[in-house]
């Protein structure tokens, strides 16, 4: 699976979007970009993925860039409870499952 | 109701012992995981089971023995635990047959081996 690149942290302040950043420069066509989260003391939570199209769910949106090699997650109107370690992982589709965690982004929500 | 189940959600032991993990799935999946998260907050998956059949195996110690009775169970075996495996562990399961969809996350068992 493709390396990626995330910054430590960052900071928003509530009601504001949240766009954290991720570099997988070196992905594969058949690899999926993956974003989890981990609020403290819990397990990873699934937030979004997508392969080349930008995508949007109830949580938040997804962009990545044409040639692949970055993407977005866009928290649109981040809360308090949105604090949380958010994991950028890119793997090849299939049934082999195995998500490979970097250090991720701990985004810290400001009142 | 809880999809995926953890028990004990703490763990305190002794070095020497042996301690099991019980993680219990009720979403229908037919694959779930074993994941560590050390001190240093990095998550590594440990095993992975389809069909109660082993599929991923990271280079754990022997002394890790996952055991799947049925789809919906993996427990984690853990025979003379030594200070190293304090750790939080975390159960997850997924579809096989859905490759791109999530996988869902116990909220982990705190394993504090003194």
């Given amino acids: 699976d493709a390396k990626t690149t995330q910054p430590p942290s960052m900071d928003c302040a509530e009601g504001r979007a949240a766009n954290l950043p991720c570099n997988h420069s070196t992905i594969s066509g058949n690899e999926y970009v993956y974003w989890y989260r981990q609020i403290h003391s819990q397990g990873p939570q699934y937030i979004i993925h997508g392969l080349k199209n930008n995508e949007t769910n109830e949580m938040a949106s997804l962009i990545i860039t044409e040639d692949r090699k970055s993407s977005t997650l866009i928290l649109p109107h981040a809360t308090l409870r949105d604090t949380a370690v958010y994991y950028c992982i890119v793997r090849v589709g299939g049934s082999n499952y195995k998500l490979t965690f970097g250090k991720g982004t701990l985004l810290t929500v400001n009142p | 109701d ?50 109660k059949e082993l599929i991923i195996n990271e280079t754990v110690p022997n002394r890790f023995s996952p055991k799947s ?32 969809t999530e996988a869902f996350f116990g909220q982990g068992t705190r394993l504090t081996v003194v």
């Fill in chain 2, 69 to 100: 009775p049925d789809k919906a169970h993996l427990n984690l075996h853990i025979n003379s635990l030594e200070l190293g495996d304090s750790a939080v562990y975390f159960c997850a399961s997924s579809h096989s047959d859905r490759g791109n």
């Fill in chain 2, 2 to 51: 809880t999809a995926v189940s953890q028990t004990p959600k703490y763990l305190v032991t002794q070095m020497g012992n042996d301690k099991s993990i019980k993680c219990e799935q009720n979403l229908g999946h037919d694959t779930m995981y074993w994941y560590k998260q050390d001190s240093k907050k990095f998550l590594k998956i440990m095993f992975s089971y389809n069909n």
